[in-house]
């Protein structure tokens, strides 16, 4: 059993290939992927079809396995949960290359006076500009 199998396992659900194929694709990742990413690196193992796959990965969120991003266009990204019990963290997007970055380290605070009778799952801040990579090509110009 590989670790993708391995983490859908352990949710007490049923591993399909589809799932761990996706899931395998998310933990090699450098990046967070667009649904179109995702399809793009499955095409190397075979034929998936476009719908099954963005199934296999709401399932995937649904589970806790993996988060959704917000990107341009509010095009959704994926990227694997690691060690989080609610994904609480910023993420920063490039405007030049669209890229999509997790930042753990910058943790949102939650609104003072909300509620106490609401549960949060998840907060969302995401930071927009240009990346150290981006900033470079920019400069070198």
């Not at 990965?57 to 095009?75: E, F, I």
């Not at 939650?110 to 990579?133: H, M, Q, T, V, W």
């Amino acid at each position: 059993m590989n670790i993708a199998e391995q983490l859908i396992h352990n949710t007490g659900k049923r591993s399909t290939p589809v799932r761990s194929a996706i899931l395998n694709v998310l933990l090699n990742a450098d990046d967070v992927l667009s649904h179109s990413e995702v399809l793009e690196h499955l095409q190397q193992l075979g034929t998936f079809d476009r719908v099954t796959v963005y199934r296999a990965l709401d399932w995937l969120v649904t589970q806790g396995l993996v988060h959704k991003v917000a990107g341009a266009s509010r095009a959704w990204r994926f990227q694997v949960t690691r060690n989080e019990s609610m994904h609480r963290h910023a993420h920063f997007q490039c405007h030049h290359c669209h890229k999509v970055f997790c930042l753990p380290e910058v943790q949102p605070d939650l609104p003072k006076g909300l509620p106490s009778d609401l549960s949060i799952d998840s907060i969302e801040l995401n930071i927009k500009g240009i990346c150290a990579d981006c900033g470079r090509i920019m400069m070198n110009r």
